[in-house]
């Protein structure tokens, strides 16, 4: 018989009685295996001793306090992935604006190109990273000319009512996900920034650290975003209470979002998507990382960029029936999701799924 | 056809402060005890603690079947990523401190335990992030199954996972002792 494994001999350290009959047997005919058992014994106490701590006195009461009380928790520059937070229900309200809310501050704040992307890329990027994009609202201001209105719905038509798109349909549920399935949808909306050349000048001094000249023309452009129409498909019982009690504090989560939007499309007067770019990559306190990410990215004119943070997901490129896409997945192995591009519209798969399931939803979809 | 969203709404959000509440009694001394195994500094790990379920809060709703393991692979990682960063910052401090500074330290405090447990995590944080993590969360009383489910690999693999990482954490503090 072959000598037990690392593995086998290592948990038989934590659990003398781990070993099967036939290990056993081994074990105890074989000196070798033994040998390796006392140095890893070895080992393993000698990391226990290394990693000795100072004892901690906790009062959990005033930690909650402490919490609580913390400044309100909201992500940076307004973005988050909507897949990293299995939804609740207001959360599930603006299903929709989230998704493509994120998608035109994404627009926004990494390339600020001139584009109707075909394609999408992910870019690392640490909540630092955002944080530092938070300063380009300090180049002018942000206003809606068409407020994004999402609106919840029960059928399928009537998301198509709103949204004017063909809802998708999802050909074959996983195991476990509910077939009962909620609408979110939302007609286009419009974001118009306009650069002040004065703003950024204050912001700069404010900071002590001094502003690229704004390239000819920059001053007073205007870059307007237009980002829906969009529809998203939630599966999951989101009403039903678990226990016999209607008002039950449990919460049931989707399982699975499908999203749809026409991909945002941004104009502009006065400036090139060349100059913004140049323009953003000179920023002060951009990091040389998201800085490398962005010029990485190639054509702006054609290309998504989806921030991913590093800290929480990782991400890789599939293609989805011809069309190249991203996957992404939450580090905890607990959450995924996939990102494309077809024709003009962005579709978005996520839930509490494996990579692979999600990704096969992706390629399945009618 | 509309929902009632703003009965739902309220509903929910009492209903999502209760589950963490909840989340944060039962799970806040394991994590800051996770924290506190890297640092081996009780008042930095109830900081981490803290951010690593603010994180949480912001991300995620507490009654996700997860909420555990992700707060202790987060306490583990946000933990290791700060010994990270004070290395870096006491390297950055040990440049620009003039040469005085250096001698003003009492040597017998190099002996003293503390001392001892700054060497360690910093071996600590020179290996991998998963074996760093992995000896954490064992370290912190955590079973073969509940570090597995924090990491994101099978339960079967944590002994050999466990083993290696040991094994290396004993090559890092040799090798940084003897520089």
């Known amino acids: 018989m072959a000598h037990l494994s690392e593995g086998t001999l290592r948990r038989l350290v934590d659990d003398p009685d781990a070993l099967t009959g036939s290990d056993r047997r081994h074990y105890m005919d074989c000196a070798a295996c033994q040998a390796r058992n006392r140095g890893m014994a070895d080992d393993a106490q000698a990391a226990a001793t290394l990693l000795s701590a100072p004892e901690l006195k906790l009062d959990v009461a005033t930690a909650f306090k402490r919490v609580q009380t913390a400044p309100a928790a909201k992500p940076r520059f307004g973005f988050s992935l909507p897949i990293l937070r299995p939804s609740t229900q207001p959360m599930f309200a603006f299903g929709a604006a989230a998704i493509v809310v994120a998608l035109a501050i994404t627009a926004f704040a990494n390339i600020l190109p001139l584009f109707q992307p075909k394609t999408v890329q992910p870019v690392p990027v640490t909540f630092a990273d955002l944080q530092a994009l938070e300063q380009l609202s300090a180049y002018g201001t942000l206003t809606w000319s068409t407020q994004p209105k999402p609106q919840i719905v029960l059928t399928a038509a009537d998301a198509k009512a709103i949204s004017g798109l063909d809802v998708p349909v999802v050909s074959k549920l996983p195991a476990g996900v509910s077939s009962t399935v909620t609408y979110a949808a939302m007609p286009g909306a419009v974001a118009v920034f306009t650069f002040d050349a004065k703003k950024a000048a204050d912001a700069a001094a404010a900071t002590g650290k001094s502003l690229p000249k704004l390239p000819s023309g920059m001053d007073g452009a205007k870059l307007t975003v237009t980002v829906g129409p969009a529809v998203v498909e939630v599966f999951g019982d989101m009403s039903a209470a678990s226990g016999t009690d209607a008002s039950s504090q449990n919460i049931n989560l989707p399982q699975l979002i499908v999203a749809k939007s026409a991909v945002p499309m941004v104009t502009s007067t006065q400036v090139t998507a060349k100059q913004l770019e140049a323009y953003i990559l000179s920023v002060p306190g951009l990091s040389p990382e998201l800085a490398a990410a962005i010029r990485s990215i190639g054509d702006p004119a054609t290309t998504l960029p989806i921030p991913v943070p590093v800290e929480y997901a990782t991400s890789s490129k599939v293609s989805i029936n011809g069309d190249p896409g991203v996957a992404l997945g939450d580090n905890t192995g607990l959450g995924s999701g996939v990102i494309w591009i077809h024709k003009t519209n962005v579709f978005v798969v996520a839930g509490s799924l494996k990579q692979s399931a999600a990704v096969d939803i992706a390629r399945n979809l009618k | 056809m509309g929902v009632n969203l703003a009965e739902a709404s ?32 009780p008042q930095e790990a109830e900081d981490v603690a803290q951010e690593v379920f603010i994180s949480f809060h912001r991300l995620h709703s507490a009654s996700a079947q997860f909420a555990p393991a992700w707060l202790h692979r987060a306490a583990a990682h946000t933990a290791l990523n700060r010994v990270r960063g004070r290395k870096r910052r006491e390297r950055r401090e040990l ?33 991998a992030p998963k074996p760093a993590a992995v000896l954490v969360l064992r370290a912190s009383g955590l079973s073969y199954a509940e570090v597995a489910q924090a990491i994101g690999v099978g339960t079967g693999q944590i002994g050999t996972l466990l083993r290696r990482a040991e094994a290396a954490l004993r090559k890092e503090v040799t090798r940084g002792t003897s520089i």
């Open chain 2, 95 to 127: 440049a620009q401190a003039p040469e005085e500074g250096s001698r003003t330290v009492d040597p017998q405090r190099m002996l003293e335990v503390g001392e001892d447990r700054r060497m360690v995590r910093a071996a600590l944080a020179r290996l």
């Open chain 2, 10 to 41: 309220r509903h929910v959000v009492k209903s999502r402060d209760e589950a963490f509440e909840a989340l944060f009694k039962s799970e806040y001394s394991r994590v800051a005890g996770i924290a506190n195994r890297v640092l081996a500094d």
